[in-house]
């Protein structure tokens, strides 16, 4: 069974840092590409940051130069170093799995249940 988890969030002011982290357990081909995405209230789901086992990177163009995605395959653990943040960056933040690599779009297998980022002005 495939279980991710995310911790990290919380509130922070405009132009602040944030860290946030993804725990993986289950068989290691099922997390060979992973990627964060979030979704605020009223709005789609839109990805973020993602990166496959072999280091190749995807980020959406509104966090490029903000926020760094890293993994710690030998822990199984994913990060979303985010900084410089914003007001419109307030949102639930999920992390994502699959032995496949789909880049941000949304259709990765395994979802975690989400870490709420909320920024203020």
């Known amino acids: 069974q495939v279980q991710l988890v995310e911790s990290g969030g919380g509130s922070v002011q405009s132009g602040g840092s944030l860290k946030l982290s993804c725990a993986h357990s289950?068989?290691?081909?099922?997390?060979?590409?992973m990627a964060w995405f979030r979704q605020a209230p009223g709005k789609e789901r839109e990805g973020v940051a993602g990166?496959?086992?072999?280091?190749?990177?995807a980020y959406a163009d509104s966090v490029k130069e903000r926020f760094t995605v890293s993994r710690d395959r030998a822990n199984n653990m994913m990060y979303l170093q985010m900084d410089g943040l914003r007001p419109e960056d307030t949102a639930m933040y999920y992390c994502?799995?699959?032995?496949?690599?789909?880049?941000?779009?949304?259709?990765?297998?395994?979802w975690g249940q989400g870490t709420q980022v909320t920024v203020s002005s």
């Open positions: 994502a799995a699959d032995q496949d690599w789909h880049s941000l779009r949304g259709e990765y297998r395994y």
């Open positions: 289950g068989p290691p081909h099922t997390a060979y590409a």
């Open positions: 990166m496959t086992g072999g280091g190749l990177t």
